[in-house]
């Protein structure tokens, strides 16, 4: 099992940045992809961006392609998404998600655990 916890979200004006760190429990973090979603009002939870256990590869949503980048440092038990170019239509809760085995996906009920999420809102 692992526990995650997601810091630095708030408020940013629109073509701003911000950065995303999520702090991952026990000692196997390595064998976990790890995944970004994020879940606006009224709205489903939807995919942003993964990496899998070693870092080597990544995936993100097209609507964030070109603008996040999602990194992962296993020696501290850390994933990060590098949020720029925001937009409004960003705004959301993130939150941070892990799964067994190691190898990335998009498919957010393959995911194990999660974090409690954190506000990230961008405003015009």
């Known amino acids: 099992q692992v526990q995650l916890v997601e810091s630095g979200g708030g408020l940013v004006q629109a073509g701003g940045s911000l950065r995303l760190s999520c702090a991952a429990s026990?000692?196997?973090?390595?064998?976990?992809?790890m995944g970004w979603f994020r879940q606006a009002p009224g709205k489903e939870r939807e995919f942003v961006a993964t990496i899998n256990g070693s870092g080597s590869s990544t995936y993100y949503a097209d609507s964030v392609k070109g603008r996040f980048t999602i990194s992962r440092d296993n020696a501290k038990n850390t994933v990060s998404l590098q949020m720029n170019s925001l937009k409004p239509e960003d705004t959301a809760v993130y939150y941070c998600?892990?799964?067994?085995?190691?190898?990335?996906?998009?498919?957010?009920?393959?995911?194990?655990?999660w974090g409690q999420g954190t506000q990230v809102t961008v405003s015009s």
């Open positions: 998600a892990a799964r067994n085995g190691g190898i990335a996906t998009m498919i957010r009920n393959t995911y194990n655990y």
């Open positions: 026990g000692r196997t973090f390595s064998s976990y992809a």
